[in-house]
């Protein structure tokens, strides 16, 4: 089962948090695309992608992430964009699934919010 959280973080920070739960694969894959476009169009916030709680990934997921975040970066280049992927094994699908080299991926949500914060 897939869910989909969008949450502000602190609003002088400028960061919004797109949380992703259970799923992020063929099935999911879909509606992750969607998701993030529609986010995207509606909010120009920089935006934290939070994996932590992801239990079930494979490729299909992991490349209709990828392809999102870099829509975004195309569309717009002055939007920040990082991510959190606790396990290893996903963070380092992430790293070899093209994404724009400026894209940070944090491994917890409190390392993230240091660097955003700072």
Same mark, same amino acid.
């Given at each position: 089962m897939l869910t989909v959280i969008l949450q /502000?973080?602190?609003? /002088? /920070?400028?960061w919004r948090l797109f949380k992703i739960e259970g799923q992020l694969d063929f099935t999911s894959a879909p509606t992750v695309?969607? !998701? #993030?476009?529609?986010v995207a169009g509606r909010d120009r916030s920089n935006m934290l992608v939070d994996l932590e709680n992801v239990r079930a990934v494979d490729d299909k997921g992991v490349a209709a992430l990828t392809g999102a975040l870099r829509r975004l970066? /195309? *569309?717009d280049p002055q939007r920040h964009l990082a991510l959190v !992927?606790?396990?290893r094994s996903l963070a380092e699908s992430l790293t070899r699934g093209d994404l724009p080299s400026d894209i940070r991926i944090y491994r917890s949500?409190? *390392? !993230? #919010?240091?660097s955003i914060a700072a």
């Open positions: /502000s973080l602190p609003t /002088s /920070s400028g695309r969607m !998701a #993030l476009a529609y970066r /195309s *569309e !992927a606790r396990q949500g409190r *390392e !993230a #919010l240091r």
